[in-house]
């Protein structure tokens, strides 16, 4: 099974600041990597498939990069409603759902 | 609208059994997987097992072979996840969503299911 690790565990920032989190593969999964956001009390909302093409109606300002093993998920410049977690999910080998433990985005 | 709509929540005691379901609308449920996802409390996603509608035969994450039956009535544009008997630890946010066509990301998310299970 391929293992999926976030990091950091928990980002403090501030509104406006670029932000990147990391995902890495414990074996390529070529670019078949996707992001999700997860608000408080809200279910998990599909933002980055592909590694990089945003899902409809995701702003630019989330940007997805990377192939193989090591993935990246920039903000660039932080909004209220973007604190939040964040998952990875590799769908390139069965089970196809592994997720990442996430990262959490909180306000400094 | 295109939306996975699930039953609310639930609270059971330790050896009751549940069904809990999930109905689509919007889209030709029947051309979609749909998966099951748990979140324990304050804890990650984990994926459970998928079901194609119009196949008899869901699969399962090793992890939860034998401990659920996932199940679909496509005529009624539903899915299901179900338990024989509760433990405390299946005490938790259960969410459906909707596998992309020919990839195996999931792209619509219903708003999930409490499951409370307690003595």
């Known amino acids: 099974e391929i293992v999926m690790t976030q990091s950091p565990a928990t980002l403090s920032v501030s509104p406006g600041e670029r932000v990147t989190l990391s995902c890495r593969a414990s074996q390529s999964v070529s670019r078949t990597l996707a992001w999700y956001q997860q608000r408080p009390g809200q279910a998990p909302r599909l933002l980055i498939y592909g590694a990089s093409t945003r899902a409809t109606g995701v702003p630019a300002r989330f940007i997805g990069s990377g192939s193989g093993t090591e993935f990246t998920l920039t903000i660039s410049s932080l909004q209220s409603e973007d604190f939040a977690v964040y998952y990875c999910?590799?769908?390139?080998?069965?089970?196809?759902?592994?997720f990442g433990q996430g990262t959490k985005l909180e306000i400094k | 609208e295109v939306q996975l709509v699930q039953s609310g929540a639930e609270v059971k005691k330790p050896g009751e059994s549940l069904k809990i379901s999930c109905k689509g609308s919007g889209y030709s449920f029947s051309s979609y997987w749909i998966v099951w996802v748990r979140q324990m409390p304050g804890k990650g996603l984990e994926w459970m097992g998928i079901?194609?509608?119009?196949?008899?035969?869901?699969r399962y994450s090793p992890s939860f072979q034998g401990q659920v039956t996932i199940s679909a009535d496509r005529s009624i544009s539903t899915a299901y996840l179900q338990w024989s008997s509760l433990k405390a630890s299946d005490t938790a946010i259960y969410f459906c969503?909707?596998?992309?066509?020919?990839?195996?990301?999931?792209?619509?998310w219903g708003r999930g299911t409490l499951v409370t299970v307690s003595s």
């Open positions: 969503a909707r596998v992309a066509a020919a990839n195996w990301y999931f792209d619509l």
């Open positions: 999910q590799q769908y390139s080998n069965w089970p196809p759902g592994t």
């Open positions: 079901i194609y509608p119009g196949d008899p035969d869901p």
